[in-house]
């Protein structure tokens, strides 16, 4: 691990590079707080345009909610579409993670339903994905995954799997005519 000297007395250390052709370049850091308290800092190369423009917050330019809400949905569902061998389309780079699942669920209560923005923001490729993924998705991993979130909200997988289930269920409702 690499390490960078902070002017706070802050350890950071590289944890992970990823810089494969056919996927976008990653690096994460650790970034050690106090004892037992790290920070992990995920840089990840943007290839989507942007819905809103960027805001400086204390001279940092940062994503709106809008853009950060649609580049999770396509770290869930998968950014290249793909065929299998049975000729059912797929979906190549989808990542099936607690933080990810936990990050929709809390953009879905605070910002925009997560059905509403997917029919306002996505194409049908992306809504395909999402349903996949939503349906696909390892139950158990999931549920022990969000365990290990620090938040000051209680974090409970039965209410948020039933938000999810009605979100999706909207969806295709709305998308097929029946609502």
Not at 23 to 40: H, T
Not at 85 to 107: A, I, M, W
């Amino acid at each position: 691990m690499q390490e960078i000297a902070m002017s706070r007395k802050l350890r950071v250390s590289l944890a992970k590079e990823q810089d494969k052709k056919d996927m976008a370049k990653m690096v994460v850091y650790y970034i050690y707080i106090s004892k037992g308290e790290i920070l992990k800092i995920d840089f990840v190369e943007d290839f989507l345009e942007l819905i809103a423009p960027l805001k400086t917050v204390d001279g940092i330019k940062v994503l709106s909610l809008e853009d950060i809400y649609l580049r999770k949905i396509f770290v869930v569902s998968g950014a290249i579409e793909t065929t299998d061998l049975t000729g059912r389309r797929t979906f190549k780079g989808g990542r099936q993670e607690p933080k990810d699942f936990y990050d929709l669920y809390v953009l879905s209560h605070t910002f925009m339903r997560l059905s509403e923005f997917v029919r306002k923001y996505c194409d049908s490729t992306r809504k395909e994905g999402l349903i996949t993924w939503f349906r696909s998705y390892d139950r158990v991993e999931m549920k022990t995954g969000l365990l290990d979130i620090i938040t000051d909200n209680k974090i409970e997988y039965k209410n948020m799997e039933r938000h999810f289930n009605e979100e999706i269920d909207r969806l295709v409702k709305k998308e097929i005519g029946l609502l």
